[in-house]
């Protein structure tokens, strides 16, 4: 491992020493924990089908775990390949859900859910591409993620005619993102003023976010085809 190659991103970070980033590191227990406490619902689950409770499901707690892995072994160790590994899964998740909720909220077949994948994906690229031809000074550090957030709202509006409970859940999923967007955009300047930053509290809400994203699909009626 090249230490001198070390990513520099954050403000708690000021070597490559692989204990540099104990608050951002700890704070990854949140998506564990979100990842468990989501275990315990399914596990809970008293299905009204003989179907039992959903494979999807089961794999979002998983990857919500996965997430946590990612980002710890990367606060851990600041090396692109641990970097790799915190985007993939982050990304694993964002895609992944978009096709179970189209699966389980307006239930669509399979083949279809699968489709959702792609017009997402082309749909964060468009964004992407807008942002870059009109970037926002307020926005910096922030853009790659805006696609997931205006995701959220799109599917949070059109799920309102279906069920509004999980639009519901949608709509504060919705804002506690906007909210740990803002605190990992001011970590960097508000270093000066707190030697830790403010990256740790993106990762706390990040797991409610997740949380809450997952509920939005298991609060749904369990008539499944």
């Known amino acids: 491992m090249n230490n001198a190659a070390f990513i520099d991103l954050y403000c708690e970070r000021t070597s490559a020493s692989w204990w540099n980033e104990p608050l951002n590191v700890v ?6 924990v979100a990842a468990y406490l989501l275990a315990c619902q399914l596990r809970s689950m008293k299905p009204n089908t003989g179907l039992g409770v959903p494979w999807d499901w089961w794999a979002l707690s998983g990857l919500i775990a996965l997430i946590g892995m990612g ?25 992944f859900f978009i096709a179970v909720y189209l699966r389980h909220i307006f239930r669509w077949p399979w083949r279809w859910a699968w489709l959702g994948i792609v017009f997402f994906f082309l749909f964060a690229q468009m964004v992407a591409q807008v942002m870059e031809q009109w970037p926002l ?36 999923a919705t ?51």
């Open 137 to 172: 000074p307020w926005l910096r550090g922030t853009t790659q993620y805006q696609p997931a957030l205006l995701g959220l709202c799109l599917l949070a509006l059109l799920s309102f005619a279906y069920q509004r409970a999980t639009a519901i859940w949608l709509w504060i």
């Open 71 to 95: 980002s710890l072994l990367f606060h851990l160790f600041a090396q692109p390949w641990a970097g790799w590994l915190d985007v993939m899964f982050i990304a694993f998740y964002l895609h």
């Open 175 to 225: 804002l506690t993102f906007a909210i740990s967007l803002l605190f990992r955009q001011i970590d960097l300047p508000l270093c000066q003023q707190w030697r830790y930053g403010t990256h740790f509290i993106w990762h706390i809400l990040n797991a409610v976010v997740l949380w809450m994203t997952a509920q939005a699909i298991f609060h749904q009626p369990a008539n499944r085809k």
């Open 27 to 32: 704070t990854n227990l949140a998506f564990f």
